[in-house]
C-alpha cells in the first residue's frame, strides 16, 4: 500500500496543528459557531445527538495491521471501546469529545492516517472495489489511480467550499463493487479499440432525496488526462452549481438541468484549457504511484494447501458454510479472498470493538500481509489469504464473533446508525435491524434465499444506499412514529438501478414479517437459480404489493 | 476595514464609486461595481485612471476576462464564507494572465486567507471585528501543498 513520504507526513501533521488552532479559537470564542462547524466538519467533526462524531478516513478502503491497531487504542483511550465502518469505508468515532479531538488526530497522524475532508461541502474520500488487485477480470488495479486522485482532492485549495459534498468511486473492471454509478464522478477502467487503458467517466449519479444514476459523460479517458479531466469537471461544478438551496445543490441537479450534452460542453471547454498544463500526470508519477501496489510476496507453493482445504471442507460444514459465503476467489492460485462479517447476531451493523481490532491487525500480520480493508457494505476483508490458512483463520474468527456466514445474504445488511446517534435520523435502524436478524437467524434460510441485498437508512439521505439495495427500507417519522417505506429492485452493480416504493410505510413492529411475505413471494415465482433480483425485474411490483397489502380477512 | 496586500497591513488607494458619482471620478483610479462596469464598458476602460472591477459568483467573468488588459483590480465578493465560486475565479484571473491586484471583499475571514492566496488572492478585506494582528500566521500553516497554484503551477508530482 501507499507508504507516506516526509512530504505527506508534513502534510498530515500541520494540518493536526492547524486543527487545533482552529479548535483553541472556537473554543475560545474567536470563531463563530456557524463558520466553526465548516471547519470542522471538513475534517470530519459532527455534533450529533448524544456526543460529537468523528469520523476519520480510511482513503480506498486501505489499511494496515499498525493503523487498525492504532485504531483500537484510540477508541480504548478517547471512546467506548469500539467503532463503527461506514459505506465510504471510513471509520467513525461515536463518543469522542471535541476538545480532545487535536489529540485524537495527533494519534492518528502517527499512523498516516486523518480526517481530512471526510465531511463537508468538498472533496471526500474515493472509493473502490473492496478486491482490487485480486480480481482475475480486473483491467487494472484501481488504487494507484486511487491514491493520485487523494492526493489530488487533499486539501484542494479551490474545491474547499463547493456547492455541496462530492464523492468519486473508481472500479477496476466490468464488476462494480463500489456502487460507482451513484457516486458524483463514477471512473471504470476500460480498454479501447486501440488497446491503450483509460477511463469511462460517469457523472451526476447519487443518492439522498433525488436519486439519480450516473450518465456517461467520457466513454474513453487517456490516462494522463485523469486529473485535467476531474479538475475541469469540478471547476464547472464549483462555478454553476446550485448554492440557494442545498437540496438541489448536488452535481446530479446541475447536470440535469443543463442535460448531459450542455455539461459534457462546458467541461471539455474548460478541459481544452488545462489538459496540456502541469496537471497533466507523468509516466514517472504514474509508476512510481503504482511501485506502492505491487503483487505481494505470494508463496509458490500456497497451492499445496489445497487439497488439506478440501478435507477440512469435506469434514466441517459449519466451516464449508462460511467457506462458501464468505470467501471468493482470488487471482494467484492457492490463495482466496476473505470477507470478515461485521454483521454478527443482534449487533450493529459494520461496529467492531478494540478487542476485535487488536485481533483483526493480529490476524493479517499472520495470514494476510499485514493489509486490512473495509468494504462499502460495512464489512472487513482479508484479500489474500493462503488456502491452507483458511481453516485457522476461520476458527480464529469464529471465536471473535467475526465469522457469522452471512455475507450476501438477508442478514448482510447496510445499516446507518439511525435516529440512535444521528441528528438527522427520522427514524431508528438498529432496532429494526435486530428485528430482521431475530426472524432471520435460520442460515439454511437464508442461503435458500440466496444472494440478496437489504439496505436500510433513517432518512432521506440514504446513507445506507437504500435505494440501491434489493430491498431498501427507509425510515420516515409520522406524527412521532416509525414507519418504514419499502422498495425493491434496486442494484448498485454494473446492473445499477433505483428500487420502486411498493406502496404506503408499515409500522416499525411489522417490518420483518413484511420482508417475510416479500420473500414469500419470491420463492413461489423464481425460476431455478433466479436470483432475487432477477425475479423482482422479470415479475414487476405487483404480486409483492398484493402479498404485502392483502386485505386481512 | 484592515485590508491586507502581500500579507501586509496597506492603505486602499482605490476609490469605490457608483451610478451617481462615475462621472466625477472616472478618471481617477475606481473600483465599479459588475453593474456598472457592464454598462459603460467602452469609457471605463478608455478613462485615463486605473480601473477595478466589483464581481460576484453570479455575475459573469467573461466580461472582464475580455478586457483583461485594461483592468488592474478585480474585487470578488464572497457573500458568505461558503461560497467557493470566488476560488475559482481567482484561478481563472491568474492562468490567463492577469496580474493585477485581486482582492478578495465580503465575508473574508482568517481560515479561508490560505485557500485564497493560493488560487491567486493578494489582497484581502477582512471585516474590522475578524481581525487581528497575528491574522497573518493563517498563510502557510500548510506548507505542503499536492496541487499547483496561482504562484507555482506545478502539483506534487512535477515538484523538487
Known amino acids: 500500500m501507499y507508504q507516506y513520504n516526509e512530504q505527506d507526513q508534513n502534510l498530515i501533521n500541520a494540518r493536526v496543528e492547524q486543527y487545533r488552532d482552529q479548535t483553541r479559537r472556537f473554543l475560545a470564542g474567536e470563531i463563530p459557531d456557524e463558520e466553526f462547524r465548516g471547519l470542522r466538519l471538513m475534517n470530519g467533526l459532527y455534533i450529533q445527538r448524544q456526543a460529537p462524531m468523528l469520523r476519520i478516513a480510511v482513503p480506498y478502503g486501505l489499511m494496515n495491521s499498525v493503523q487498525v491497531r492504532k485504531l483500537a487504542d484510540i477508541t480504548r483511550k478517547y471512546d467506548k471501546n469500539y467503532a463503527h465502518f461506514t459505506t465510504r469505508t471510513n471509520v467513525q468515532l461515536n463518543w469522542p469529545k471535541l476538545e480532545e479531538v487535536p489529540d485524537i488526530l495527533a494519534e492518528l497522524a502517527e499512523v498516516q492516517m486523518h480526517a481530512i475532508q471526510t465531511s463537508g461541502n468538498c472533496l471526500r474520500n474515493t472509493t473502490t472495489d473492496h478486491f482490487a488487485g485480486v480480481i482475475a477480470d480486473e483491467i487494472e488495479d484501481p488504487r494507484p489511480w486511487c491514491e493520485m486522485i487523494r492526493q489530488w482532492t487533499t486539501l484542494h485549495p479551490e474545491f474547499a467550499y463547493l456547492p455541496r459534498k462530492f464523492k468519486i468511486a473508481v472500479t477496476g473492471g466490468p464488476e462494480d463493487r463500489a456502487a460507482s454509478q451513484v457516486h458524483d464522478i463514477g471512473l471504470h477502467m476500460v480498454k479501447n479499440a486501440a488497446g491503450e487503458i483509460g477511463f469511462e467517466v460517469l457523472v451526476g449519479g447519487g443518492l439522498g432525496r433525488t436519486p439519480v444514476i450516473g450518465k456517461v459523460i467520457r466513454e474513453f479517458l487517456p490516462k494522463q488526462d485523469l486529473l485535467t479531466y476531474l479538475e475541469a469537471i469540478l471547476r464547472v461544478y464549483n462555478l454553476n452549481g446550485r448554492r440557494d438551496n442545498k437540496y438541489k445543490a448536488r452535481i446530479k441537479i446541475l447536470v440535469n438541468a443543463l442535460g448531459i450534452d450542455e455539461f459534457r460542453n462546458r467541461v471539455d471547454a474548460e478541459w481544452d484549457v488545462i489538459r496540456n498544463t502541469e496537471l497533466a500526470l507523468t509516466d514517472d508519477y504514474i509508476a512510481k504511484i503504482k511501485g506502492y501496489f505491487a503483487p505481494h510476496p505470494y508463496a509458490s507453493d500456497a497451492v499445496d494447501g489445497i487439497s488439506v482445504l478440501e478435507n477440512q471442507l469435506e469434514d466441517n460444514a459449519e466451516f464449508r458454510a462460511w467457506y462458501e459465503r464468505n470467501t471468493r476467489e482470488h487471482k494467484i492460485a492457492g490463495y482466496r479472498a476473505v470477507v470478515i462479517s461485521l454483521k454478527p447476531h443482534l449487533k450493529p451493523p459494520g461496529d467492531i470493538t478494540d478487542v476485535q481490532l487488536d485481533a483483526v491487525a493480529d490476524l493479517a500480520d499472520t495470514f494476510n500481509f499485514g493489509e486490512i480493508r473495509s468494504t462499502h457494505d460495512q464489512n472487513l476483508v482479508f484479500a489474500h489469504v493462503a488456502a491452507g490458512d483458511l481453516y485457522t483463520l476461520w476458527q480464529s474468527l469464529r471465536d471473535l464473533n467475526l465469522a457469522r456466514a452471512n455475507i450476501g445474504t438477508l442478514t448482510d445488511m447496510i445499516v446507518c446508525p439511525g435516529f440512535d446517534f444521528c441528528s438527522l435520523a427520522n427514524a431508528h435502524t438498529l432496532g429494526v435491524a435486530e428485528q430482521i436478524n431475530e426472524k432471520f437467524d435460520d442460515l439454511d434460510y437464508l442461503y435458500g434465499i440466496g444472494d440478496i441485498k437489504l439496505n436500510m437508512s433513517g432518512c432521506i439521505n440514504a446513507c445506507a444506499h437504500h435505494h440501491v439495495a434489493h430491498i431498501g427500507i427507509l425510515g420516515v417519522d409520522k406524527g412521532g412514529e416509525d414507519y418504514y417505506q419499502i422498495t425493491l429492485g434496486g442494484s448498485s452493480r454494473e446492473d445499477a438501478s433505483l428500487g420502486k416504493i411498493i406502496g404506503k410505510a408499515v409500522p416499525q413492529a411489522e417490518v420483518a414479517d413484511t420482508i417475510e411475505k416479500i420473500l414469500q413471494v419470491y420463492v413461489a415465482n423464481r425460476s431455478e437459480d433466479e436470483r432475487f433480483i432477477e425475479t423482482v425485474r422479470r415479475i414487476g411490483l405487483e404480486p409483492f404489493k398484493e402479498r404485502v397489502y392483502a386485505a386481512v380477512n | ?160
Open chain 2, 1 to 160: 476595514m484592515p485590508l491586507l496586500i502581500n500579507r501586509v497591513v496597506a492603505d486602499d488607494s482605490w476609490l469605490l464609486v457608483d451610478e451617481d458619482n462615475l462621472s466625477a471620478h472616472i478618471d481617477e483610479d475606481i473600483v465599479v461595481p459588475y453593474e456598472l462596469f457592464s454598462a459603460h464598458t467602452d469609457s471605463l476602460i478608455n478613462a485615463a485612471g486605473k480601473l477595478g472591477v466589483r464581481i460576484n459568483g453570479d455575475q459573469d467573468l467573461n466580461l472582464i476576462l475580455q478586457h483583461l488588459d485594461k483592468v488592474s483590480l478585480v474585487a470578488i465578493e464572497f457573500p458568505a464564507f461558503t461560497d467557493g465560486r470566488g476560488f475559482s475565479f481567482a484561478r481563472i484571473l491568474r492562468r490567463s494572465g492577469f496580474s493585477g491586484q485581486i482582492r478578495a471583499e465580503g465575508d473574508v475571514t482568517r481560515d479561508r486567507l490560505e485557500y485564497m492566496e493560493r488560487c491567486g488572492f493578494d489582497a484581502f478585506a477582512i471585516p474590522a471585528d475578524r481581525y487581528s494582528d497575528d491574522i497573518v500566521s493563517a498563510f502557510g500553516e500548510v506548507p505542503v501543498h499536492y496541487q499547483g497554484s496561482a504562484d507555482d503551477e506545478r502539483p506534487i508530482f512535477r515538484q523538487n
